[in-house]
């Protein structure tokens, strides 16, 4: 065992440092490693003890350079920044189910000739309009087609601040080499897919599930829960899933391909009845298992091969074995062995959540179930399962998603039986029915499509028991997580076992705050990473700012998309305030995306904006209106009361003065507003975030010599097709000397300012290194 466990470490292991070892040395230690292991058996004579350490570390060293490889390798394949804006026609297949959101369809796009610069996975968007072009026609797209398209590729890079989620990181794990969209041109079907394509089986399913289904309510439930495909989950049913902690449901894993094995072990008994006797009797363990493991197999593929669904088939694979050859196995091997399987086949797992939840919450099963003695009623074993894993799992929830779901106890004991026993066995009964004749199938997924409806009703009001404090915090470090999870086990030791609930004391660590807090007449800037668009936080020890709520499409409801959960909530909540006041500065949706979503998570903080339609609890803002906060000053220096609205023209501009420090948001304005701001006698201002994202229409010579800046933040996705910032724009503050930050090259932007009046300024790209992250800019300060 103890072999296995130093391969999975050794697995593991690269993806705990910021930087990798460079190929010739990593292919230099290989060579030395293997010669080591096979002259192992030729070392002098030593102690068992020592041979057997010496051996478990050449392993895990092996592992550790083989993963390596495996990192440089993928680092290669990714176009380079050099290559940016790299286009041409690329012929190649849809690899996935193609995802279509408002005006863009997403896929993923396997090139038929991967050569260099020409990475092997690229994520294209599809838009309908592209800005320099003509409308593009959406064509009916599916998974499999070959196609010639018109490319423009960009580097894989993603937003990046100093909480919330990480783009790059998914990027990086599921080896997608470039980003692209199509530009119009000779774009055209060139095949249709292949009777061995996997993904076009999976969308056949998908057709034939809207054919027979579509209408029914739960609808999008179950087509999670029979494809895996989860686009047509609304905003509003993740955040409920998410609150619940009942995520896991959806994600075909351990629950589900043990539903589909047991439906194919008693067809494979059922089987048993067409044989005669003394066949029936040699093939009375095989053929069960076999079928079970059939039936797992056909539904991990419907479901795409993903890692929670890896994983399970793996151990069902493990098991099956076991069975067939008749022989024991210690779990904890079998567990470690589908671990290191699962990494063999994809050494980029440990990248993603669902690896560790995964495998964790076996681990914790077995932890609770196999070393005890005594008669457990079903109930205590319900109970007992999920209390144990709800606490392991909650120090794991915070390190990787930053949020604890409180209701996720109840939630889980109500749908764990909903799903295995009333929604998850008419679809796997259903599934093979869609293709044939009559209103069977019809009827099945009707008999699941209910209770999916009805589970979700329920699961969304035990959201509203969810504490907004628990929704989203500052994600604690690696250390505190894995001595909180220590702590956990330590409190589900059995009865008996002294001290056991000390381990309370291990959990605390993780609920503490990461970094330091403001001090009195300290201020914080958080410039944050948004892509094209903007969000800015300004905060002091005891007042928080919003200053636009970042891109979205500004829907209500399950309808709308934005940053504010995955990016803008994470960030306000490491500032360990609820914001006291958010400003939306003009209607377009890069600046007032978000909007809604922070009014439902904030329903009594103040907002402020201008926008071309009344919303309501959003007051409007003019100038002059003043307030003083925090030991800040804010001024709205435009628009004046009685001007209409002018779009860019309209945005909220606000002068923030602290001690040391004086910061002008002055969101779209153009260069009209500008001299109308200077001949107002508008002040110097020690940071400015550049108007309009750095657009050739606003900052004008005359704000600039006006305000005189020493630090400029300009927001701005990277490759962004407006070519924000502008280049002559650039040049204005460089003839100046004055110091411009980028978020498309730095990711967030922290400013923070002492009582003293100093400057601290970091980089989010910089502060959160890793090895699958893109380089900051020369120019971006250090973390």
């Known amino acids: ?123 294209v968007s599809w838009y309908h309009n592209q800005r320099g072009s003509k409308p593009l026609n959406l064509p009916e797209l599916h998974a499999g087609e070959r196609w010639k398209l018109q490319l423009v590729l960009r580097t894989p890079s993603g937003r990046v601040n100093f909480s919330g989620t990480d783009a790059e990181r998914w990027y990086f794990a599921d080896g997608i080499g470039a980003l692209g969209y199509v530009q119009s041109g000779d774009n055209a079907r060139l095949d249709s897919p292949s009777l061995l394509s996997l993904h076009a089986w999976r969308e056949s399913a998908l057709a034939r599930l809207r054919l027979v289904a579509d209408d029914l309510p739960g609808f999008r439930m179950l087509v999670a829960l029979a494809v895996a495909d989860r686009q047509l989950l609304l905003a509003s049913d993740r955040i409920t899933l998410s609150a619940t902690g009942t995520g896991h449901l959806l994600a075909i894993s351990g629950l589900h391909i043990g539903l589909a094995a047991v439906m194919g072990f008693y067809l494979g008994r059922l089987g048993l009845l067409f044989f005669p006797l003394g066949l029936k009797q040699r093939i009375a363990v095989a053929l069960p298992w076999s079928g079970a493991w059939l039936a797992a197999l056909s539904y991990a593929a419907l479901a795409g091969f993903g890692i929670s669904t890896q994983r399970a088939l793996i151990m069902l694979t493990v098991t099956t074995t076991v069975m067939l050859s008749r022989r024991k196995i210690n779990p904890a091997l079998a567990w470690l062995v589908a671990m290191a399987v699962v990494l063999m086949i994809d050494p980029f797992a440990p990248l993603r ?323 109308r701001l200077v001949n107002a006698g508008l002040a110097a201002h020690s940071v400015l975030t550049a108007p309009h994202h750095g657009s050739a229409t606003s900052s004008s010579q005359l704000l600039i010599d006006t305000l005189q800046p020493s630090l400029v933040l300009i927001s701005s996705a990277a490759n962004n097709r407006f070519g924000f910032p502008r280049e002559e724009v650039l040049q204005r503050y460089r003839n100046l000397k004055i110091k411009t930050l980028n978020t498309a090259q730095c ?16 980089s989010a790209r910089n502060t959160r290194k890793a090895i699958w992250r893109w380089p900051a800019s020369a120019d971006c300060p250090q973390g």
């Open 1 to 123: 065992m103890k072999v296995w466990v130093a391969l999975v470490s050794g697995a593991i292991a690269p993806f705990l440092f910021a930087a990798v070892i460079p190929p010739r040395w990593t292919l230099a230690c290989l060579a030395l490693t293997t010669l080591l292991i096979l002259a192992s058996r030729r070392w002098p004579p030593c102690g068992p003890g020592i041979c057997a350490a010496l051996n478990h570390g050449l392993v895990f060293l092996l592992a550790f350079l083989l993963v390596t490889l495996a990192i440089n390798q993928r680092l290669a394949q990714r176009l380079q920044v050099s290559e940016n804006n790299l286009q041409g026609e690329i012929t190649g297949i849809i690899g996935s189910l193609p995802v279509f959101r408002d005006d863009v369809v997403q896929f993923i796009f396997l090139p038929d000739k991967a050569l260099a610069p020409i990475p092997s996975r690229i994520r």
């Open 747 to 762: 990711g967030g932007i922290r400013v923070r300012v002492s009582a003293e009046g100093g400057f601290a300024v970091r």
């Open 353 to 675: 959540a669902g690896f560790w939840f995964s495998f964790t919450a076996v681990a914790v099963l077995m932890l609770l179930f196999i070393p005890r003695q005594g008669v457990m009623s079903w109930r205590e074993k319900t109970i007992t399962a999920q209390f144990g894993i709800s606490l392991i799992m909650a120090p794991l929830g915070l390190y990787w998603f930053q949020q604890v779901p409180l209701p996720g106890l109840l939630a889980n004991l109500i749908a764990i039986p909903v799903v295995s026993v009333l929604i998850v066995p008419p679809i796997l009964a259903a599934l093979p029915l869609l293709w044939v004749p009559g209103p069977l199938a019809e009827w099945l997924l009707t008999a699941a499509g209910y209770p999916a409806h009805w589970l979700l009703l329920v699961l969304g009001q035990l959201a509203q028991f969810q504490p907004e404090v628990l929704r989203a915090t500052q994600a604690p470090g690696l250390m505190s997580s894995l001595l909180g999870m220590l702590g956990a086990v330590i409190v589900l030791l059995p009865r008996g076992v002294p001290g056991r609930y000390i381990g309370l004391l291990l959990m605390f660590p993780v609920l503490l705050p990461v970094g330091n807090r403001l001090e009195k007449h300290e201020t914080q800037i958080d410039f944050l990473d948004v892509g094209q668009g903007l969000a800015t936080l300004v905060s002091s020890n005891d007042y928080l700012m919003v200053y636009d709520t970042g891109p979205g499409n500004g829907l209500r409801g399950g309808a709308g998309w934005d940053m504010v959960t995955g990016t803008i909530l994470p960030m306000i909540k490491a500032t360990g305030r609820l914001p006291d006041m958010v400003v939306v500065s003009h209607g377009d949706l890069d600046h007032a995306g978000g909007l809604n979503r922070l009014q439902s998570a904030f329903p009594k903080t103040e907002y402020l904006g201008n926008l071309p339609l009344r919303n309501e609890g959003v007051s409007r803002c003019t100038a002059p209106t003043t307030w003083f906060a925090g030991g800040l000053a804010f001024h709205i220096l435009h628009p004046t009361v009685g001007l209409p609205y002018l779009g860019n023209d309209s945005s909220c501009v606000i002068s923030v003065r602290g001690q040391g420090f004086d910061l002008l948001l002055s969101g779209d304005i153009s260069r009209v507003v500008e001299q």
